[in-house]
């Protein structure tokens, strides 16, 4: 606590502000008023903005018009309507609690001192010349995050500003009034991290610009590197550092930034509503969120059904003992590798030479071009040329073909049947959208879909067919010729999309249970154990059209080797949370499709859960090989801020490698709790929960392994008159307070006041490949965690210290 006289000034000094914020705001209140919030939303799902990188003419000037237009969007009166709007937004997301933090700073070689009163937004005064709120990402803000109090730096885009600091303090205000005034010394206060840590768990998640620690400040701030990776233990504010991240960036980059270049893929759905307000708190737009399920399924869906990443791990749960179980896991890592990846790029290499498979082009139960024909145009064309700009002459030679077939087919019977069973009105609309094409002619030129049209029809004039407009005598003849070209339009379309490569053949070739076959395809690639099964399981689901998780990446990279690369240049800047989940193939194909973003991956080992898993800190992982050891930066946090000193040593003797280290904030120990038998679970549950609640600790959660699981505790739950409750499935969209029945790996990500582990037998958690899992349901409990048996405890609890834990058995 500070003196009462600087007590008293700091209250004068939120007086004034107050004032000065509350003149401000009436001055521009009228005029905003009258501005109703324009209608700015003009973000699609990024990747229908995705164009295919091709090296045609056509294609390019699509590219061209797409970007052109997506300019046009904002349109300048917008953007000032936006910056009053947004003043004034600041300014009243301000009044109540104006700053957090001061530091007053003295600059080398400069007489005085400056304070800086640091908040959520800037607040200057009418002049403009006197700031009396510094926003927090301003340079130099960032002492206040960074150092303590004496010598004392901080960077601007002229060059390093050094200088003494002579005072950091902290604050609280509520409403206008001083609710707390700290002055630290050392790290930023813990007297309030202690304070903002003791609370309850919120349905959202928080912003932390108060209390933000020095080494995640690296993170919000990092500036030059193309991979940021963020190898941090479970609960150090990976998550909450990133959400401040992009705050910052969108406030650094301002007039280059908008939040629809910015992009997160998270682990769920639901993940994506717990974590909306922090942006909006911050007075900033959300960034575009998805997850890498829904990416595949947008690319993938109409012609697969996709396995997602919660059906893989449920299998790899499932009993070790059912047939094929080995080699599906066995697969799954596999599909997941380098090595795989390695494997599939010489494989587009060596279709480069043989083996390409096409399919036939059908009209009217004939074969118009044969898979033969086409093999034997497209390796006609020299093998220096990549094989996508193969593949795009090829459709090239397709589309001309097909012109040429679609003449013929104006003598074919049924062409003439078609017309003459045209009936009066059918004959009048196709004579009405004949007329619409030709007048099209003078219109704009739109290549996609007309090219062929006009230029088929440019070319009859070309020909000699002269007075083609003339309807009157020639109506018939034109007639016929909408007739077959419509009926020839499919095949078009199709040709454009490159259906006629199959890409399901190729990706089934590799797996046709031959070893030998493969490794001369794929540049000698060493083949997995049991690999005759994974060829046979692979191949069981391409032939129902379905398929695994493992492959749906791999099939896509492989699609995209041949047809050539989707990418999407306007995103600026990509975001991925629980990055420890993600494969190597994931991470290749996202550098892809982002050429022009820069890349911050957040993610923990200790909580790598699926079998694809990557090792963020690794020093030559795939990770740092994506950009380069020079681009890539790596910050390791160790700190948790979310549970309590005895959560942490709890959940950190059972996973020593994780690297957890405790925020000093004490609580009770874990909980263990022996049931005679299962069927007293559930009165006993009930009987904690209520007592939690009586202790304020309202939002819990009930973990349990499997979806099955989940659904069997909110059963007993329910039929025990439990209120509020709520079964959370991979469906659920919205994160809200309550009591939550989850599986384990929907709770990735999320936290609770208290979480209660439904059953942590020997039984349930017994493989050592569920450790991890294990280790992340516990690490989801902020103040209280409870785990529940009526068999033996699950190894990994079994040989720890005791005086980690209490006990307590239910006869
Ligand atoms: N500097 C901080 N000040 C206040 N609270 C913080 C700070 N850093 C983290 N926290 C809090 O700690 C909790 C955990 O943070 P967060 O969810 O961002 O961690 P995480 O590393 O993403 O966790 P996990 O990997 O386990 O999901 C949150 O409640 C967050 O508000």
């Not at 937004?89 to 700073?105: H, T």
């Not at 690369?565 to 990509?574: A, F, G």
Request: hydrophobic share 35%.
């Amino acid at each position: 606590m500070i003196h009462a006289e600087d007590w008293q000034r700091e209250q004068e000094r939120l007086d004034l502000v107050t004032g000065e914020l509350q003149t401000a705001i009436a001055g521009i209140e009228p005029e905003v008023s009258g501005l109703r919030e324009q209608v700015t939303e003009i973000r699609k799902r990024f990747w229908e903005e995705v164009t295919v990188n091709t090296s045609t003419d056509e294609d390019f000037e699509e590219t061209f018009y797409s970007i052109k237009q997506q300019e046009a969007l904002l349109s300048e009166r917008e953007r000032s309507h936006r910056v009053r709007m947004q003043r004034y937004k600041s300014m009243k997301r301000l009044l109540p609690s104006p700053y957090f933090g001061r530091i007053d700073f003295q600059e080398e070689g400069q007489g005085g001192y400056e304070q800086v009163y640091i908040g959520v937004a800037s607040f200057a005064t009418e002049d403009g010349l006197d700031f009396l709120v510094y926003d927090w990402r301003t340079p130099i803000a960032s002492m206040y995050y960074d150092h303590s109090p004496g010598a004392a730096a901080y960077e601007t885009p002229s060059g390093e500003i050094t200088g003494t600091m002579t005072l950091k303090r902290q604050y609280q205000i509520r409403g206008g009034k001083l609710q707390n005034v700290f002055d630290t010394s050392l790290t930023i206060g813990d007297e309030l991290l202690q304070q903002v840590l003791g609370k309850g768990a919120d349905s959202q998640m928080k912003s932390i610009v108060a209390t933000i620690q020095k080494e995640q400040n690296a993170i919000i701030r990092d500036d030059k590197s193309r991979m940021l990776i963020v190898q941090g233990a479970a609960g150090s504010g990976k998550t909450s550092a990133a959400l401040q991240r992009v705050a910052y960036l969108l406030y650094k980059h301002r007039d280059r930034i908008t939040a629809d270049q910015i992009v997160l893929f998270s682990p769920n759905p639901m993940f994506n509503s717990y974590v909306s307000t922090v942006l909006p708190e911050l007075g900033e737009e959300n960034m575009q969120q998805t997850t890498f399920q829904e990416y595949l399924e947008h690319w993938l869906g109409t012609e697969f059904r996709l396995e997602d990443p919660f059906a893989q791990i449920e299998y790899a749960m499932s009993p070790e003992t059912a047939p094929g179980y080995e080699a599906r896991m066995s697969g799954m890592t596999y599909k997941a590798s380098g090595d795989f990846l390695q494997a599939l790029r010489s494989y587009a290499l060596w279709l480069g030479q043989e083996g390409m498979l096409f399919r036939s082009i059908r009209f009217r139960d004939r074969e118009l071009i044969t898979a033969a024909q086409m093999k034997s145009q497209f390796y006609s064309y020299a093998p220096t040329i990549r094989l996508a700009n193969r593949i795009i002459l090829l459709r090239d030679w397709l589309l001309r073909e097909l012109a040429a077939l679609e003449v013929k087919e104006l003598e074919a019977d049924w062409a003439r049947d078609e017309l003459d069973y045209l009936d009066t009105e059918q004959y009048a609309e196709a004579y009405s959208t004949l007329l619409k094409k030709v007048q099209r002619q003078s219109a704009v030129f739109d290549f996609a879909e007309q090219y062929e049209e006009i230029y088929g029809e440019l070319r009859g004039q070309e020909q000699g067919e002269e007075n083609v407009f003339d309807y009157a005598d020639q109506e018939e003849e034109l007639l016929l010729r909408l007739i077959v070209k419509e009926s020839f339009k499919p095949l078009k379309r199709e040709v454009r999309r490159l259906k006629f490569i199959d890409v399901t053949g190729l990706y089934s070739q590799l797996f046709a249970e031959d070893a030998e076959a493969y490794k001369q395809m794929t540049g000698n690639a060493a083949v997995p154990e049991l690999w005759a099964d994974i060829c046979g399981q692979t191949q069981q689901k391409l032939d129902r059209l379905e398929l695994f998780y493992e492959d749906a990446t791999p099939f896509l990279y492989l699609k995209e080797l041949i047809e050539g690369t989707r990418t999407n240049t306007i995103v600026r800047h990509l975001f991925i949370d629980e990055g420890q989940d993600y494969s190597p193939f994931q991470y290749a194909f996202l550098k892809q499709l982002f050429p022009r973003a820069r890349m911050t991956v957040l993610g923990d080992f200790g909580q790598a859960i699926f079998p694809q898993a990557t090792n963020l800190a690794e020093a030559d992982s795939s990770l740092t090989e994506l950009y380069g050891e020079e681009e890539t930066a790596l910050i390791t946090l160790v700190r948790s801020y979310r549970s309590t000193r005895q959560i942490v040593e709890f959940t950190k003797s059972m996973l020593p490698e994780a690297g957890i280290i405790p925020f000093e904030r004490d609580g009770r120990k874990p909980c263990l709790i022996k049931l005679g038998s299962a069927d007293e679970r559930t009165v006993r549950m009930m009987q904690d929960i209520a007592a939690l609640k009586t202790e304020g600790l309202d939002s819990i959660a009930v973990i349990t392994k499997t979806a099955d699981e989940s659904r069997e505790a909110y059963e007993a739950l329910f039929s025990h008159g439990a209120e509020g409750l709520r079964l959370v499935t991979k469906d659920t969209l919205t994160f809200e307070k309550g009591i939550l029945v989850l599986p384990a790996y929907l709770a990735k990500g999320v936290e609770f006041d208290a979480v209660l582990i439904y059953d942590a037998s020997a039984q349930t958690y017994r493989r050592e490949s569920e450790r991890k899992l294990f280790y992340t349901a516990c690490t989801r409990a902020m103040h209280q965690l409870m785990l529940y048996s009526s068999g033996d405890w699950t190894p990994f609890i079994q040989g720890m210290d005791e005086s980690l834990y209490d006990t307590r058995t239910v006869d």
